[in-house]
């Protein structure tokens, strides 16, 4: 596939449910002070892990042109050796980790979809279980998308998901700025400490599980423009999480949910779009760690 059909699905993989938690961990560092200091340490752990995650990406990749694998387990089995019988013994960490990593997004994203879902319905006067609700968009919506071969298909789909999310982060920052909301009034306080949030951040970039199948795929696929491809792809994705953060803590302060878009009032319309557009992001998004997981 091109590079900007990567990019784009790129992104996507990165960007998901994950993002909307880091106005939480705003608010843990600020400490209740409602203070603009604390873009200096945020922007500074993403930054960080951003650095340190897009460099084991491309490592991955690396491997891949060196051993020619085309999946973790294949790189593992070749870089290791399969003469070692202690390797052998261990080769099924490597798809075990697989599994769990993007297996376990799936079911995050399932959880979420399960009740956006059912909100969005019940806004528009149907009502409908949480396990009906999951049930249907699983068979009708999921499962046709988790059935394509190649993540070239994905792309258009991962174009309109991050139209999603730039929406949602636009009426962020129109809901931060024009005084819609009080960022003192009373509402749920999560309390995180400044080390939960140094070690949750990593979560929103991991897409490592992909990296073999986004290397194979990428047309002339060369180290430089793997390389291009992922620097820009988690330099997006960073400043996005940066943004969502920002905008959602100044909006809310230190009563900033544990998942953004619960703060915003459901008699809200343009936090009900963003929320049924947060819905369309993370259907098109659930295929790429599905990908992972049927891979390993």
Same mark, same amino acid.
């Given at each position: ?45 993403? =930054? ?67 009740? &956006? &879902? ?26 046709? =998308? ?27 920052? =129109?809901?931060?700025? !024009?005084?819609?909301? !009080? ?70 302060? !230190? ?5 953004? =878009?619960?703060?915003?009032? &459901? ?30």
């Amino acid at each position: 596939s091109s590079m900007s059909n990567e990019m784009f699905n790129l992104v996507k993989n990165l960007v998901g449910a994950g993002a909307f938690a880091i106005p939480s961990g705003f608010a843990s560092l600020a400490g209740g002070s409602m203070s603009k200091s604390v873009m200096i340490p945020a922007a500074a752990i993403i =930054l960080i892990m951003a650095t340190i995650f897009v460099y084991y990406f491309i490592l991955v990749g690396r491997l891949c042109r060196m051993t020619r694998a085309a999946s973790y387990k294949e790189a593992f089995d070749t870089s290791a050796g399969r003469a070692s019988a202690v390797w052998r013994r261990l080769t099924f960490l490597v798809p075990l980790s697989v599994i769990l990593m993007a297996g376990l997004g799936n079911l995050a994203y399932s959880m979420i979809l399960a009740d &956006t &879902t059912r909100s969005l319905l019940a806004r528009v006067g149907y009502e409908v279980s949480r396990t009906s609700s999951l049930m249907y968009i699983t068979i009708f919506v999921l499962l046709p =998308l988790c059935l394509v071969k190649k993540l070239s298909v994905l792309a258009p789909f991962s174009a309109l998901g991050t139209g999603g999310i730039v929406f949602t982060l636009a009426v962020m920052a =129109l809901r931060c700025f !024009d005084g819609t909301y !009080d960022s003192q009034r009373d509402g749920r306080f999560l309390d995180v400490s400044v080390i939960v949030f140094a070690t949750a951040v990593p979560f929103t970039f991991f897409c490592h599980y992909n990296a073999p199948r986004y290397y194979i795929e990428l047309r002339q696929n060369t180290i430089p423009r793997f390389s291009h491809v992922a620097n820009v792809s988690f330099g997006i994705s960073a400043l996005v999480y940066f943004a969502i953060g920002a905008f959602g803590y100044y909006t809310f302060g !230190d009563n900033t949910n544990g998942f953004i =878009l619960n703060n915003y009032s &459901t008699k809200d319309e343009l936090a009900t779009l963003c929320r049924f557009a947060i819905a369309i992001a993370l259907i098109f998004t659930y295929p790429l760690p599905f990908i992972g997981t049927r891979d390993a």
